[in-house]
């Protein structure tokens, strides 16, 4: 447990970085018109493919383990 306690806040500081990158690196799909009620209807059911859905997957993936990691420093 002394171990867990003293790795976790490193594996937060670099998971956070990492997810921070990963949304950073998205592209959004509705352009500012669509905020003041542009007709952008059709932009958000683009189909995700290559790097896109890999970076879409992994920045779930990265969302959880930050989640998890975050709980059980909660617990611990």
Not at 4 to 18: D, F, M, N
Not at 49 to 73: P, Q, W
């Amino acid at each position: 447990m002394e171990m867990l306690s003293t790795v976790l806040p490193y594996a937060q500081i670099v998971l956070s970085i990492l997810l921070i990158i990963a949304v950073l690196l998205q592209q959004t799909g509705a352009g500012v018109g669509g905020a003041f009620g542009g007709d952008n209807f059709s932009a958000g059911f683009s189909t995700r493919r290559g790097f896109e859905r890999t970076l879409f997957r992994a920045t779930i993936v990265l969302g959880i383990l930050f989640a998890l990691s975050a709980f059980i420093a909660l617990i611990i």
